[in-house]
Nanobody
Framework: QVQLVESGGGLVQAGGSLRLSCSAS????????MGWFRQAPGKEREFVAY????????YYADSVKGRFTISRDNAKNTMYLQMNGLKPEDTAVYYC??????????????????WGQGTQVTVSS
């Protein structure tokens, strides 16, 4: 069974930092790739970052590049999203996702077959 549980969200002032965690079942952590997405109120879900195990590759949305870092800890079956320099426009529910079949575009939500329940990030100005 593929299970993903996010944690680490909260309220932070603009310019601050948060680290989100995605605890994954072993099956989820053996996925081809894992990613982070977010959804703000009244907006569509958007891609944030992914990490593609086999290629050893990470990729970020332009809006977070240089501020966010995606990483994994194999020993803990956990993926992280370190978020620095947070802005009010980063306010959203953040979701982690796992994709178990190859995709040629990991920035699309449809590439992933398992999702966590989300964690709220609120950035005050």
């Amino acid at each position: 069974q593929v299970q993903l549980v996010e944690s680490g969200g909260g309220l932070v002032q603009a310019g601050g930092s948060l680290r989100l965690s995605c605890s994954a079942s072993e099956r989820a952590f053996s996925s081809v790739a894992m990613g982070w997405f977010r959804q703000a109120p009244g907006k569509e879900r958007e891609f944030v970052a992914y990490i593609w195990w086999g290629a050893g590759r990470t990729y970020y949305a332009d809006s977070v590049k240089g501020r966010f870092t995606i990483s994994r800890d194999n020993a803990k079956n956990t993926m992280y999203l370190q978020m620095n320099g947070l802005k009010p426009e980063d306010t959203a529910v953040y979701y982690c996702a796992a994709g178990q079949r190859y995709s040629n575009n990991w920035s699309r939500g449809s590439a992933y077959n398992a999702w966590g329940q989300g964690t709220q990030v609120t950035v005050s100005s």
